[in-house]
């Protein structure tokens, strides 16, 4: 298991509870979750449980990943973009 700390990816006003247990990716394709805020600037940590750990690189980007659906479409559509 591996923890990152992350920063940018949120404002400090942002209500950090609503992201709590969400995916991230990193630019290498590692998968992890959202666990805590860390402080009160928008920082927060993400835990990584594959196995052997995860090597994420210092500046290395996360992307928070978000399921959106259309208003109008139901949830089972798969959608292309």
Do not use: C, H
């Not at 591996?2 to 509870?17: Q, R």
């Not at 992201?19 to 992890?32: D, L, N, Q, S």
């Not at 210092?58 to 949830?75: A, D, I, T």
């Amino acid at each position: 298991m591996s923890e990152v700390y992350g920063k940018d990816l949120f404002k400090k006003e942002t209500d950090m509870k609503q992201f709590i247990g969400r995916k991230v990716v990193t630019e290498g394709g590692a998968a992890g979750i959202i666990e805590s805020a860390f402080g009160t600037s928008g920082k927060f940590k993400v835990v990584f449980k594959q196995a052997g750990g995860v090597a994420v690189k210092v500046g290395e980007r996360l992307f928070l990943q978000v399921r959106w659906w259309p208003l109008n479409f139901p949830p089972n559509l798969e959608l292309v973009l």
